[in-house]
């Protein structure tokens, strides 16, 4: 106890500081936004309940996505569906619609349904059985006051998400505490991380297993293996993939980051290196494979992978609207997630709804889309966003070359992390194709699917202020987190304003 | 490149609160400016024409609401690519005994999203209502909605069921700034809020007033040897 503490008190104030910015901001937007107004929170939130009243996990049914009673009165009473997606209606608010959301409070309305929960029935369990515990544990069986508590846990894990992003760009940059710092603080103020990181939605706990597993490799990278430092990478890849699915696009980099651990060590080290490797593999395998035996013989229930796909409203594009001449192949995957990422070559068939992927999806969604994707910015702040992006990698990749003798015997190491990059755009990239396919060429991509990546962020903007030297780099940090402070207000007055202004 | 060299003068200092007087002007200001704003629609979506208003026919709908302060209805109307002719927009009670609200649009529009106006605005929420745009010109007009009903009956037009629900969006008839909408936006935030009820508000306000510190004392202690 008494080394705990005594460790606590090593760590730099300021990175307990940027842990509390993105707990405190996360908080606010859990009270800023509507309950359930979070993307596909209703599923999550129903997930949550059906493991906290069953003692099970939700499955697929042939009747299809039946919340239970008590979620689908409250979302009428909210008025939910009237609202999501549709900008010019606000939530109620009227003392008739207070007094029909408190009849629905007051009664006691059954909190089971079919069992399956739409999107979220197929994602792996432990986000939802830490969410379970703490609606077993809410003093009150109020549905909303229930939420109001999930929502907490959320931003608990947003925090931690910052602060193991922190704690990945001081690995990275540990000579500059104002750079570290402004890269930390650009992660914690982060208008989507906070935006989700307020609602129920288990993208909560794969960013923070990410920024886990990113610091993780970052110090086996700088401070050699360890049978403890392996064991916490292989923890954070387990956490995150028994979190979401989406983890396993990290696997490639963290197979990199081992097998150059053990070609490095040499014949000395190799024993130890492998002890540590193998610590490393099992403390990820283990859970793993725990999970997927439960899945097969006591949940009989799919391992992993998305719900299916909403069925098609009444206009959408059906499957035989997608040209059989670009579908099936090789191929079609691969300029689907080129396009997807990347500006579109010529003569490749457009293949997304969007006209320009990169900027419209990643870049527009980083700067901030909200809702069920349904407000945002005024244009302009998008534009700006577009200036200052480039700007900022501009400013970066300069700091890179004027410190390259640094990144000697560094190579290795960013390969790691663009693998883990190149990993998740092209398990994005495989989902969004099979969806695209399935439902006729409907749009599957969202920002908040890159977040996983904050950390590496929070580095560009770190490197990016170094750029302009010892001197001015402490002011332009400074000037960066004034940004990144209005970027956030303005977040939350423009969703103040659209759910009830 | 130690933390010291953090402490090089004032000058973040000066950058922060140079910057923050900035941030704090441009959010006054841009909260001040006085914009549109909708009152709301009946949320039917408009993907087609499911309306035709013939010269001298009415088009009218029966409606959950009618939002307090709707100056105007904004509606997509088609007029064949003609000039758009003059129309005439009331709201009745549904039981047609009184008269809640009237205007008139006057001929030379284009056709598309088109406001109406509705002449005095409601002070109250009315609801249920029946809303009816009369064309007492010699061009007919579409009106875009959704084709059925969505759980509600169809339009009428001249007494006859259109082929579906017309959409109705509510304009507010007042342009209105966010420090406006300031109670507004206090009250309506504690609806639905579970463990924060009323306190909501004051909730967010305090939360991200000590965010935005922690974010500058995180800064400065950088500069500290932290």
């Known amino acids: ?501 | 490149m130690g933390s010291a060299a953090a402490t090089d003068g004032r000058s973040p200092l000066i950058v922060l609160a140079i910057g923050g007087a900035i941030l704090v002007i441009a959010l006054a200001l841009g909260a001040a400016r006085p914009k549109e704003r909708l009152a709301g629609s009946n949320g039917v979506p408009d993907p087609e024409f499911v309306a035709v208003v013939k010269p001298g026919q009415a088009l009218c709908q029966r409606e959950a609401r009618l939002p307090a302060g709707a100056g105007s209805l904004r509606m997509t109307i088609g007029t064949y690519g003609k000039p758009g002719p003059p129309l005439r927009t009331s709201v009745q009670s549904i039981d047609g005994t009184r008269l809640l609200a009237n205007g008139r649009l006057a001929a030379g529009w284009t056709q598309g999203s088109v406001d109406l106006p509705l002449g005095a605005t409601t002070r109250k929420r009315r609801s249920p209502v029946r809303i009816c745009v009369s064309n007492p010109s010699r061009v007919r007009i579409a009106v875009a909605g959704t084709p059925g009903g969505r759980g509600a009956l169809p339009a009428r037009v001249a007494g006859r069921f259109a082929r579906g629900q017309v959409r109705f969006e509510y304009v507010l008839a007042r342009r209105t700034s966010t420090w406006s909408l300031a109670d507004r936006i206090a009250s309506r935030m504690t609806f639905g809020r579970g463990l924060w009820g009323g306190l909501a508000p004051w909730l967010v306000v305090i939360l991200v007033v000590l965010a935005c510190g922690g974010a500058i004392r995180a800064l400065l202690s950088s500069g500290k040897g932290a």
């Not at chain 1, 597993?213 to 970052?218: C, E, P, S, V």
């Open chain 1, 1 to 501: 106890m008494k080394g705990l503490v005594q460790r606590v008190r090593r760590v730099p104030r300021a990175l307990l500081w940027i842990a509390l910015v993105a707990l405190l901001n996360a908080l606010a937007w859990g009270i800023l936004v509507p309950p359930f107004h979070v993307p596909d929170e209703n599923a999550h939130v129903a997930y949550a309940q059906y493991v906290a009243e069953t003692g099970q996990l939700p499955q697929g049914t042939a009747d299809g996505t039946v919340f239970s009673p008590e979620i689908n009165r409250t979302l009428g009473a909210l008025g939910f569906y009237g609202v999501v997606g549709r900008t010019e209606n606000e939530p109620p608010g009227t003392e008739e619609e207070i007094a029909a959301l408190n009849s629905v409070r007051d009664r006691r309305l059954r909190r089971t349904g079919s069992g399956d929960v739409s999107s979220a029935t197929n994602n792996p369990p432990l986000y939802y059985a830490v969410e379970a515990a703490v609606y077993r544990a809410s003093p009150s069986g109020d549905l909303l006051t229930r939420v109001a508590l999930m929502r907490i846990l959320s931003a608990l894990l947003a925090a931690s998400t910052a602060l193991l992003g922190a704690l990945f760009v001081r690995e990275i940059v540990p000579q500059t505490t104002w750079a570290w710092v402004a890269g930390g603080l650009a992660i914690a103020l982060q208008p989507m991380l906070g935006f989700i990181g307020g609602g129920v939605n288990n993208d909560n706990m794969l960013f923070a297993a990410s920024g886990a597993l990113l610091f993780g490799l970052a110090r086996i990278f700088r401070r050699g293996v360890t049978p403890r430092r392996a064991v916490f990478v292989g923890l954070a890849f387990a956490i995150g993939a028994l979190a979401k699915a989406t983890m396993i696009a990290f696997a490639p980099a963290v197979a990199l980051a081992f097998l150059v651990v053990l070609v490095r060590a040499g014949s000395d080290g190799r024993r130890q290196a492998l002890r540590s490797v193998a610590a490393g593999v099992g403390a990820a395998a283990l859970p793993i494979a725990l999970f997927v035996v439960l899945s097969g013989v006591i949940w009989d229930r799919p391992i992993w992978g998305a719900g299916a796909a909403p069925p098609p409203a009444p206009g959408d594009p059906t499957p035989a609207d997608v040209p059989a001449r670009v579908t099936g192949t090789l191929r079609a995957q691969l300029s689907y997630t080129w396009q997807l990422f990347l500006p579109k070559l010529g003569l490749v068939t457009q293949l997304h709804p969007v006209a320009h992927p990169p900027t419209d999806i990643w870049l527009n969604g980083f700067v901030g889309t909200f809702g069920w994707l349904d407000y945002g910015f005024p244009q302009w702040v998008y534009r700006v966003g577009h200036w200052l992006a480039p700007l900022v990698a501009a400013l970066a990749a300069l700091t890179l070359v004027r410190e390259r003798a640094r990144l000697h015997g560094r190579g290795l190491e960013l390969a790691t992390y663009a693998l883990a990059a190149a990993g998740l755009a092209a398990l994005i990239g495989a989902a969004g194709y099979r969806y695209w396919l399935d439902t006729g060429g409907q749009r599957f991509e969202q920002a908040r699917y890159v977040l996983p990546l904050l950390p590496l962020y929070g580095a560009i903007v770190a490197l990016a202020v170094r750029a302009v030297g010892r001197r001015a780099g402490p002011s332009l940090a400074a000037a960066a987190v004034v940004v990144m402070i209005g970027w956030s207000l303005y977040a939350q007055v423009l969703t103040a304003v659209r759910y009830y202004g």
